[in-house]
């Protein structure tokens, strides 16, 4: 079993940057494919970006791509998304998410397929 317990969140003018991270506890941390989700009000959760439990492999929402960056920390058990470029329509509460694997190079991209979830951080981003 892993807890997951994301920081990072906060205002930031449109444009700018802002570094999520997911501290997770649990001795098999490497086993776990990660992801991170955003629900904004009134909308459902919906994919940010996910990675294998390698580090090698992710996957990126087309809304994102080219501006968000996942990446995870195997000896500290952290994963992060560098969020650059940011636009108001990222405004939302941005979870972490993991999905216990042993194939090297999966990933998912389904909310569904997570077990294990953080409490959220907020992201607000001003126009």
């Known amino acids: 079993q892993v807890q997951l317990a994301e920081s990072g969140g906060g205002l930031v003018q449109a444009g700018g940057s802002l570094r999520l991270s997911c501290a997770a506890s649990g001795r098999t941390f490497r086993s776990y494919a990660m992801g991170w989700f955003r629900q904004a009000p009134g909308k459902e959760r919906e994919l940010v970006a996910v990675?294998?439990?390698?580090?090698?492999?992710?996957y990126y929402a087309d809304s994102v791509k080219g501006r968000f960056t996942i990446g995870r920390d195997n000896v500290n058990n952290t994963v992060y998304l560098q969020m650059n470029s940011l636009k108001p329509e990222d405004t939302a509460v941005y979870y972490c998410a993991a999905r216990p694997t042993y194939d090297s190079g999966s990933y998912y991209i389904e909310i569904y397929e997570y077990d294990y979830w953080g409490q959220g951080t907020q992201v607000t981003v001003s126009s």
């Open positions: 990675i294998d439990w390698s580090g090698g492999v992710t």
